[in-house]
């Protein structure tokens, strides 16, 4: 009696432990078929390094010392080429210039979820000046002027980001 009462025990413990197993290993399958893919080809660090490498900060934004952001929404295909670019807020037009030309360089490095034709980003740009010791007078009166004079570009119309992916800001600092 005592040898079938350890069997039986012996098999309620391994069925548990088998229940729990699987139990387990499900929601690890499920988180995985929900996580999205790496929006672009190579991962974060490709994403920064080739924003890194194709924003260049033009001779008109170092000549007005200029700081700003700028926000906007693509559309990338299945092949991963945007089809296009909305700016939804821009400081000034001197900001979302580079931005739009970096943008551009990117077709064919996006990666879109699966079972998708098209999928909508959203990726904010900040340009930073960073004023030396020397002239700082007039630097100062420079940062204020492209500050006062900006003509900010403002979308309308609402972020849809339950449709969107929000993608890490990708900041570029300057000097003169």
């Given at each position: 009696m005592r040898k079938i009462f350890i069997l039986l025990a012996a098999i309620m413990i391994s069925g548990m432990a088998i229940a729990q197993k699987k139990e387990t290993q499900q929601p690890k399958e499920q988180a995985q078929q929900k996580e999205?893919?790496?929006?672009?080809?190579?991962?974060?660090?490709?994403?920064?390094?080739?924003?890194?490498?194709?924003?260049q900060v033009t001779g008109d934004i170092i000549k007005a010392k200029a700081s700003g952001t700028a926000i906007f929404k693509f559309t990338a295909?299945?092949?991963g080429n945007i089809s296009k670019i909305v700016v939804y807020y821009a400081d000034d037009y001197l900001i979302a210039q580079p931005a739009?030309?970096?943008?551009?360089?990117?077709?064919?490095?996006?990666v879109i979820p699966d079972k998708m034709k098209f999928y909508?980003?959203?990726?904010?740009?900040?340009?930073?000046?960073?004023?030396?010791?020397?002239?700082?007078?007039?630097?100062?009166?420079a940062m204020y002027t492209f500050y006062t004079t900006?003509?900010?570009?403002?979308?309308?119309?609402?972020?849809?980001?339950?449709?969107?992916?929000l993608l890490p800001t990708v900041v570029v600092n300057y000097e003169q």
């Open positions: 999205l893919p790496q929006p672009f080809q190579g991962g974060n660090e490709a994403y920064n390094q080739f924003f890194k490498d194709s924003l295909d299945a092949k739009i030309e970096a943008l551009k360089k990117t077709n064919g490095k996006w909508d980003f959203v990726i904010p740009f900040t340009i930073n000046f960073i004023p030396s010791n020397a002239n700082r007078l007039l630097t100062q009166k900006r003509k900010p570009i403002v979308a309308t119309n609402q972020v849809p980001l339950n449709q969107a992916t």
